[in-house]
Every structure is written in C-alpha cells, then in structure tokens.
C-alpha cells in the first residue's frame, strides 16, 4: 500500500523560503572554503603555527612566519663569505630598526640610535619606548614567555621574570582595575598590565600562617597550595611620587599603603588592603632599559655578553605593537584583521590547516629592497605531500622531504644539504618513576643504537650525539660523551631494579605529528625491547596538544629539537636550568645552575667562560635529563629559479633577501 502526502500552500512556501536559506548558507560555506590564488612563492612550514605571538611562541613553524613579520634593533643576515667545505653561509646581528649603536669600554652598556623612517604597518611610528615595553612584557610572569632567561643579564630582569622581591626593594604595584576586572573575583588576564601603576620600596611582607601540608600530598597538589597562600600575602609599600613624564622619585615618600592579590579573603588583610594584580620589582624604572627619546634606546647590563648583538636580532626581543596589543587583547591581536607588524612582510590571512598568507609590507623601512610581493607558509606535514607538491609546482621550497628518498635526491642540483647548529633529542620526565633514577636514564640513553637512526632513517648526513652541544663553536670544547654500551646499560637497570627488565613498567614516547618522527619512535621501541625487554608505547599528537603536554610535564618520554639561537653554548645549556621555562623535564641541579651564573659574571673572559660551561655541559651528560640522539643537517629542496637562498647555521632564510628569476614557472 502506497501513502501520497499532500503539503498544504503555506507549508510548502514556508519549505521554499527555507530551502533558499539553506541554499545561500551552503553557498557563503563554500565560498570560505575557496582555494586562494597561489602566492609568487611558497614553502612548507610543517604544521599550523601556534601562535604569531613573539612572546608566546617557541618552534620553527613559528618562527619562520614571526622572524619576517616583525623586527627588532638587529636582524639576523647573511656575514662574510660561505665555508668552502659545507657551503654554510655565515649570518651575523646587524641594523634592522637600530641604524646603529654604540658599545662603552667595559662592555656593559648598549646605547642604540633608531631610524625616524621607522613605521608600524599602520603608519604609527616606531620609537624606544616600543622596545621598553615590549621588553617588560616579555619578562613580565603573566606573559608566560619561554624566553625570559634570555635578558637575565641585565638588572632585576630574573627577579621580575621570576617575580621575587624583597623588602627594601623598589617596587611596581599594578591595582585590580584593568577592563574587565571583577572586583573581589575574576582578573582580566588578556592584556599585560593595563591597571593603574604605583610605585615605592616595599617596607614589609605581612603573612597568614602557612598551611600544614602533609607529607604525602603530591607535588603539583603541593605547589598550588603554596601558590595560592602566597597571593594572601600582604605587602606593605611606602609610596613614591611620580613626574608627568613617568619618572619616580624614589625619596619622595607620599604616603604608605597595604596591597594584596585577594584582600576579601586574606587573613593578613585589613578594611585599607587595596586589591592588586602584583607586586614586582620596578625593572623598567631602574635603569635597565631606559629611552631617553623617541630615538635612543639605552641597555644596562650586569656583566659583559659576547653575544648580546645575537640576542637581539632574536625574535623574542623584536618590538611589539602596544597600542595594537592594548585595543584587542591576547590572543585577538594576533588575527589576521588585527595583527600590526614591522617586519618586511605584514599577514594577510590565515587559513586553519592550510597557510599563513604573507604579503609585503609597504611600510617596512627597506620596502623598495623586498621583491616578492606574497609567500605562503603552507601547513603541510607530510614530508611525502610536500615532494609531491614541489614536484607539481605548488610550492617552491621544502625542509623536510622524505627520508626514503634521500638517497635519490641527494644527487639533485635543487637539493641543498648542509650541517646545523641543532640537536634532536628526547626529554625525559624526571619527576616520573622509574625514570626518577639517573641509572635508569643512562640505561636508555646507552642502549640507543643512533648509528642505525641515522643510517636507515634520517639518511641526510646527521650525526650521532652523545653531548648537547653541537660541534663547529669557535672556542668550545665539550666534555667528553657518554658511550654506547649494551653491557653497561643492562647492569644500571638491574642496579635500578629492573634485571633483565623485569618490573619495569610500561612508558610512552610522545611525538608531534611527523612520519620522520614516528619512524625513529619505532626503531627506539624495538631497540629498547630487544636489548633490555623494556615495552613502550608509542603517542602521537598534533603540534599545539603536544607542546602543552610537555609544558605540563604530562609525558615519560617526548621527542624535541632545538635549533641554537646564536652559535654559542649557552643556547643550548641555559634549556635546563632549573625551574626554566624551557626545561620541561623537572630536572634540576644546584651546581650545573651555578656554573651558568660564574659563566655569565665571566663574560670578559672568554677562556675561563668557556671552561665553566663545558664544565656545565659535564654535569648535564652525567644527569641525563636529556637523551641526545643526533645533530641535525639541514635538507632543503629550492627551486633553481629562488635567488638569495643559502644553507645557514640556523636554517634561517630571511624572506627579504628572495629573489625570482623572470623565468620563474
């Protein structure tokens, strides 16, 4: 039996205007989803940035974008001619922002001279007072940037990175009345500090009793309890005054007052508690950075640094936009439609898993001198769809094709190896027993066959590492390896506890998402397996998910890399000192910390500086809170017809130094 369904008028109007709906709904869907006109070049750039945040960021598909989209006094460029042997290119810190500086005799004072033709791409100029706030900001605690370290050596930078104070030290005070805050409840934590500042010398710190915490509570359970008694905490300021030109008159007192992160429910708190976002010494009112003008920048360092220049042309030191920053917020001001940027190219959009569109910024202070007008940083991981798209000419360069096919495409004219200034490693999470137990961790890192990694797996000519630092530092020397030793890795694992691996529980290696990384995930499980029966599971996740597990030190084991940031040791050694934003491990050493700061205050003597950070590296080889696997060399295809491209210690090829043949496709 059939049933015939009659739609009365108005609901099959009613149906006809809906379907049109749907209809233009679907068409405006597609329409966002409409491929882009491809831009004059493109790479791969691996998995979809994080974040555009020069603060906020840490991996190379963040830093391809940040270093050509902002600026900072130096930049990075190409110094001298190429090593005959490895045709490695040279780069040095040179003017970008700063037209030049000046350093004094003892070394500690950089005095930098900014060009006036220097504009945000929305025409605002650039002055020093940028570079003073855009400092404070990458060291101020709500910032969370992984770079802070990096300043330690100029005045009060660690202790307000840190935030530590003490009494008797001179003090900024941010009250609780930023937009958006809640009086009593929630902070509005999306823009550095936008409060009222206050000024003085803390004179006391008034404290409610500590919480008996039990022996048995866990650690992070431990450190929040603490955490959050600490902001119950009192202090006492005697209140300087302030000229209309921002200046403080530290021995003008005008009065004495009590702040506190929650005054409503601290028991040291009194009804005159006033409310306050933090208490941090004053880094930016104590000679540190100061700009005396729109066009003088001065830097106060504690002792001399060798290599100063490098950190500058670094990104984490580049200018940042306030007013951009204080209209939209974090992270809003990194949109596409938000974003105000300095460098040579500006963002024209982003596409999730897709790309990131460059286009060239007309008010970069050496515009005329870009030539490519747009670059696309493609969000392509797959080694395997990057040759294919190179191969069909749909992007221009790839860093990482794959390695099965090294052996054919070494004999390439396009195909540009050489060695870099980085080491892939795996972390290891100290925190976590078993691999609480040094024995445990040399056990793993001497039962590691790297020989076969590079051989059968990453084929371009990386080498075996058994130090942190690369080699090719002028002046350096590591301390001897550890050394690969089956018999040895056996017996420290049965001095641990675990004979012939027994007991040993099961442990998973994280890695991003990347067939590179799989593969040597695979070759260690089966190594480890056969050589000390130890089982290991295998993760894999997504960029963003995985840089937040090993943030929260929710891992065992987890693939990294590091690629220096300037060519020297420090680079590489300051990862892991302890509680470092970078470290990621929960290892620590008093002595290794020690020798970082005796290097540093070594700074005008490069012989005794050098043999303290070897001395450093000894430790860390010892501990092991690091597996090193390899150093890396870098692997890039070029079309023939992209000029200016040279293989770099540092894998960095500045977009504005690219050229087009007029042949080009």
């Known amino acids: 039996m059939s049933l015939t369904f009659t739609m009365a008028p108005e609901i099959r109007r009613a149906f006809f205007v809906l379907a049109g709906v749907i209809a233009m709904v679907m068409l405006v869907w597609a329409a966002r989803f409409d491929p882009m006109p491809p831009a004059e070049f493109s790479f791969q750039n691996g998995t979809d940035p994080k974040t555009l945040d020069p603060h906020r960021a840490t991996g190379q598909p963040e830093s391809r974008i940040i270093f050509n989209v902002f600026a900072g006094l130096l930049q990075a460029l190409p110094m001298g001619e190429p090593d005959p042997d490895t045709g490695v290119q040279p780069m040095g810190a040179q003017p970008a922002i700063a037209k030049s500086y ?82 009593g409840g929630d902070s509005d934590i999306n823009n550095f500090p936008r409060g009222t500042m206050r000024y003085g010398t803390l004179k006391d710190i008034i404290k409610p009793d500590e919480p008996e915490l039990p022996e048995t509570m866990a650690a992070d359970d431990r450190d929040r309890k603490l955490a959050r008694w600490k902001e119950d905490w009192v202090f006492r300021i005697e209140l300087a005054s302030e000229s209309e030109d921002g200046e403080v008159n530290w021995d003008d007192v005008v009065g004495t007052q009590d702040y506190c992160r929650h005054p409503l429910t601290s028991q040291a708190a009194t009804e005159d508690t006033q409310a306050t976002h933090g208490v941090l010494i004053a880094f930016n009112k104590l000679g540190a950075v100061r700009a005396p003008n729109d066009h003088t920048f001065i830097v106060q360092l504690n002792a001399p640094v060798p290599y100063f220049p490098d950190l500058l042309a670094y990104y984490p030191t580049f200018a940042l936009p306030k007013h951009c920053i204080e209209e939209h917020g974090v992270p809003m001001w990194t949109k596409a439609e938000n974003i105000v940027c300095n460098g ?52 221009d360069w790839v860093y990482d094709p794959p390695s099965l096919l090294l052996d054919e495409l070494r004999d390439r004219d396009d195909f540009i190896p050489a060695p870099m200034l980085s080491v892939y490693f795996y972390r290891i999470n100290t925190t976590r027993p078993p691999m609480n137990d040094v024995r445990v961790r040399r056990a793993l890192a001497m039962a590691i066959n790297r020989d076969q990694i590079v051989s059968q797996i990453t084929k371009a000519g990386q080498i075996p590492a058994y130090t942190l630092v690369p080699p090719g530092i002028a002046g350096y020397e ?49 190594q480890l397996l056969n050589t000390l029966n130890i089982k290991v599971e295998l993760q894999n996740m997504e960029w963003g998910s995985y840089l937040d597990k090993v943030d929260q030190l929710n891992y065992d084991i987890a693939r990294a890399g590091w690629v220096g940031d300037f060519a020297d040791p420090t680079t590489f050694l300051d990862l892991w000192v302890t509680d ?82 007029k042949d080009a496709k």
């Open 580 to 661: 470092g934003a970078q470290n990621s491990t929960g290892w620590g050493n008093e002595n290794f910390d020690q020798l970082l700061k005796d290097a540093a205050e070594a700074g005008g003597e490069p012989d005794k500086r050098m043999k303290l950070l070897s001395q450093a590296e000894a430790i860390w080889i010892e501990e092991m809170p690091v597996i090193p696997m390899y150093f890396y060399v870098s692997k890039n295809l070029v079309k023939p017809y992209v000029e200016g491209f040279s293989p770099t210690p540092q894998d960095r090829h500045p977009f504005h130094l690219l050229r087009l043949r």
């Open 102 to 183: 000046q350093v004094s005799p003892d070394g500690k004072t950089y005095t930098f001279q900014l060009r006036e033709d220097a504009v945000w791409s929305d025409g605002v100029p650039i002055t020093s007072a940028d570079f003073v706030w855009s400092w404070t900001r990458m060291l101020h605690p709500e910032t969370l940037c992984q770079y802070g370290f990096q300043l330690y050596s100029l005045p009060h930078a660690e202790a307000y990175n840190t935030g530590e104070v003490t009494i008797g030290d001179r003090v900024e005070v941010e009250l609780w009345d930023r937009p958006g805050d809640v009086p």
């Open 344 to 395: 040579p190219y500006k963002v024209g959009a982003r596409l999730l898993r897709d790309r990131v569109r460059l286009v060239k910024n007309e008010k970069y202070f050496d515009a005329d001198e870009v030539a490519i007008e747009t670059i696309d940083a493609m969000s392509t991981e797959s080694g395997n769809t990057a040759l294919n798209m190179y191969e069909t000419g749909q992007i």
């Open 478 to 526: 590591s301390p001897p390896g550890f050394k690969p030793d089956i018999n040895e890795a056996k017996r420290l694992l049965s001095e641990a506890g675990f004979p012939g691996g027994r007991g040993f529980p099961k442990v998973t290696i994280l890695y991003n998402t990347q067939s590179m990384h799989r593969a040597i995930a695979e070759v260690i499980q089966q």
